[in-house]
């Protein structure tokens, strides 16, 4: 059969999409991209957290990835909790009835086999669980792509994310931890490339003129990841606390302050912080999406963020960034774009020792600058060798494309 009669190829995306994550919104975006632009006859659809979001934002049908509403609500009444079991059992048919309708399933990045957050085994890992279970069973490649990974300790977690890796036909990882602790749950991951986050490969805005004296600072409602469940308060309020100390420095010195945020969960973080401070230079950004999250980073002088894709953002902007980290996934990117110096514990937040490393920040900044520009090109291209490796591994009959050996910045 020739391409000009051939079928469409059905692409089906999965994912908590569309649910008020940014991060993960960024990372179907940047697949979508890949797909119009590699193979622009393939049909497209989505099985996601937010159908509405996804079908009107992006164009493509979608439907509820849980048949239980309440899916991530506490159930505390006895009606509740029969809903969620019945959820489980529907969700069995529903996926697999999914799955078996599509020609290859994209997971598009999202830190879907890890618990840096407080994460219960029967939501998410269940679900991806099923999906990886119903591709192997319908004969359906399903490729986990660019996606993060984490030392899971609680066992039931551990073992659906250990099996619904085993049973993907495609794996690729956003940074070397994620592979190496695939690898430390017994997966074989001598095949699977680790390649840049995908929302590098989103396209780049327009130049942004630079706003002197501002700087973005990225919160986050932090409570801790899975394991600090019992600290998870005093976690919190350290946090928040530090931040607010943090950010009435920036203002008494003077400094503009835009606080960014990138779930819909950090609204709360946002208002107790602006309520604290009480100062005209500290305002907060609507940001909706990476795009303009990304604009209001490259009109920063410098940027303090949390959540993993304010780095982003900021990174590909090329804007001097000082990581709090909550996870080794923001230290392995800090490192791969040349700023592994710059890293503080959000566990522990300090805020003199904060202060401290911000200055030592605007003092290189130039140098900075200059070392983001590099690392960027260079990203460019490993995202590159990304979507080659994909195309070569899923849409074979598409056309000669050149599989890559995983490069790794210095």
Not at 35 to 40: I, Y
Not at 43 to 50: E, K, M
Not at 194 to 199: E, M, N
Request: net charge positive.
């Amino acid at each position: 059969m020739t391409s000009a009669h051939r079928p469409p190829v059905r692409v089906g995306v999965f994912g908590l999409l569309g649910s008020g994550n940014l991060g993960n919104d960024g990372s179907l975006e940047a697949v979508l991209e890949y797909l119009r632009a590699a193979h622009p006859q393939a049909s497209v659809d989505a099985l996601c957290g937010g159908p509405e979001v996804v079908a009107a934002r992006y164009g493509i049908p979608a439907r509820r990835l849980h048949w239980y509403r309440g899916e991530y609500r506490t159930a505390s009444r006895a009606g509740a909790v029969a809903g969620k079991a019945l959820g489980k059992a529907v969700d069995v048919v529903r996926t697999a009835s999914w799955v078996r309708r599509h020609d290859v399933v994209i997971v598009p990045g999202m830190g879907v086999l890890e618990a840096t957050l407080p994460l219960r085994p029967w939501g998410f890992p269940y679900a991806l669980f099923l999906l990886c279970a119903a591709g192997r069973l319908c004969g359906t490649p399903v490729a986990l792509v660019g996606v993060g990974a984490g030392a899971v300790r609680a066992r039931p977690t551990r073992a659906l994310v250990r099996w619904s890796a085993r049973l993907a036909a495609y794996r690729s990882y956003r940074d070397a931890p994620s592979r190496d602790a695939l690898r430390a749950m017994g997966v074989d991951t001598a095949r699977d490339g680790v390649h840049p986050d995908l929302a590098f490969a989103l396209p780049a805005g327009g130049p942004v003129p630079v706003t002197p004296g501002r700087v973005c600072v990225g919160v986050m409602d932090f409570h801790g990841g899975d394991d600090d469940r019992p600290r998870a308060g005093e976690i919190h309020r350290r946090y928040v606390d530090g931040t607010i100390r943090f950010v009435r420095a920036l203002a008494g010195d003077g400094r503009s302050v835009r606080l960014l945020t990138g779930d819909d969960c950090d609204a709360r973080v946002v208002a107790e912080i602006l309520d604290a401070v009480r100062s005209p230079l500290v305002t907060a950004a609507g940001a909706a999406s990476l795009a303009e999250l990304t604009k209001e980073a490259a009109a920063a002088e410098a940027v303090v963020a949390t959540r993993y894709h304010n780095l982003v953002c900021a990174l590909k902007a090329g804007t001097p960034t000082l990581a709090v980290s909550y996870a080794a996934k923001s230290d392995a990117l800090m490192a791969r774009m040349g700023l592994a110096a710059f890293c503080h514990p959000a566990a522990a937040l300090d805020a003199d020792r904060l202060l401290d490393q911000f200055r030592s920040l605007e003092s290189r900044s130039a140098q900075v600058r200059r070392t983001l520009a590099e690392r960027n090109l260079l990203v460019a291209g490993q995202l590159r060798d990304q979507f080659a490796a994909l195309s070569a591994a899923l849409f074979p009959a598409a056309g000669p494309t050149h599989a890559h050996a995983t490069r790794e910045a210095p």
